[in-house]
Nanobody, 115 residues
Framework: QVQLVESGGGLVQPGGSLRLSCAAS????????MGWYRQAPGKQRDLVAR???????NYADSVKDRFTISRDNAKNSVYLQMNNVNPEDTAVYYC?????????WGRGTQVTVSS
């Protein structure tokens, strides 16, 4: 069983920055990949960014050049640096881990972009 705990969400103004963190309860070295997903009210949960154990990344088109995903194996953590945010980025952000035993999710952290 893997537990994921997100933090760093909150209220941010348009054009501002926010850094989300996700801490795993076990070593992430063996994880195939970790990622961030988001779900806005009334919408489906969509991929925001994903990073593999080898360091390869992919991003949703809507966040390319604004968001950066990174991982720190020593801290069993993955991060999402969000820059130049806009109201369309408002959502609950979920951390995701893909391992051989299955896929795990955190409980999410709310990000609200508003002036």
């Amino acid at each position: 069983q893997v537990q994921l705990v997100e933090s760093g969400g909150g209220l941010v103004q348009p054009g501002g920055s926010l850094r989300l963190s996700c801490a795993a309860s076990s070593s992430i070295v063996r994880f195939y990949a970790m990622g961030w997903y988001r779900q806005a009210p009334g919408k489906q949960r969509d991929l925001v960014a994903r990073i593999t154990t080898g360091g390869s990344t992919n991003y949703a088109d809507s966040v390319k050049d604004r968001f950066t995903i990174s991982r720190d194996n020593a801290k069993n953590s993955v991060y999402l640096q969000m820059n130049n945010v806009n109201p369309e980025d408002t959502a609950v952000y979920y951390c995701n881990a893909e391992i051989s035993a299955g896929t795990y999710w955190g409980r999410g952290t709310q990000v609200t972009v508003s002036s």
